[in-house]
């Protein structure tokens, strides 16, 4: 599969990259218009008032926390289906293993993520790149024991308590109050 993400020259990693139209202004001058697509916003009335402009954090993820996750996470999707207990549990078995598998080739557990959450949508930047997730692409944000999960439209990102105050703890669970209302929208 191809992707269509713009690289760095010299280099194979994804880049974000934020395009503006540029024009020439009557004088000779340049103006930048508004960028081609606007950031998506959950939009007014959807994030409450209390809520702060940013939750910012960093996460270095460890192999029983992240398991943890994946195994409560595909529990909960396993279950919907009502394929009978034993179905179940090796489901979610192989699917837990496999994603630990996962963390353990792609070497997540070296990697220091800075998250970023407003109500513009999520970044996250690592030393291998920078993710921008609009908020249209986040189907759920569910509440396990150890923390958060933003349910994407392609994957999950896991948020430990461990890493969160209080404060912004609260204000996750506010943004994901936000997602279920704009979800019945």
Do not use: N
């Not at 070296?110 to 692409?137: C, K, M, N, Q």
Request: proline share 6%.
């Amino acid at each position: 599969m191809w992707f269509s993400h713009p690289k760095q020259v010299g280099s194979r990693k994804s880049v974000a990259v934020l395009v503006q139209r540029e024009r020439l202004d009557p004088s000779g001058g340049i103006t930048i218009d508004a960028p081609l697509m606007p950031l998506p916003t959950l939009g007014p009335g959807l994030v409450p008032a209390s809520a702060p402009e940013t939750v910012q954090f960093s996460v270095r993820y460890a192999l029983p926390e992240y398991v943890s996750f994946m195994w409560q996470h595909c529990g909960y999707i396993i279950r919907r289906r009502r394929i009978g207990t034993l179905a179940t549990y090796w489901m979610q078995a192989k699917c837990t293993s496999s994603a630990a598998l996962h963390f353990v080739a792609q070497g997540r557990s070296r990697h220091t993520y800075e998250f970023t959450i407003d109500t513009h949508g999520i970044v996250r930047a690592s030393g291998s790149g920078v993710t921008l997730v609009p908020w249209g692409d986040v189907c759920s944000i569910r509440r396990y024991s150890r923390g958060f999960m933003m349910v994407l439209k392609r994957g999950t990102l896991p948020i430990p308590f461990r890493c969160l105050s209080h404060a912004q703890g609260e204000s996750m669970a506010r943004f994901g109050e936000s997602v279920r209302a704009l979800a019945r929208l």
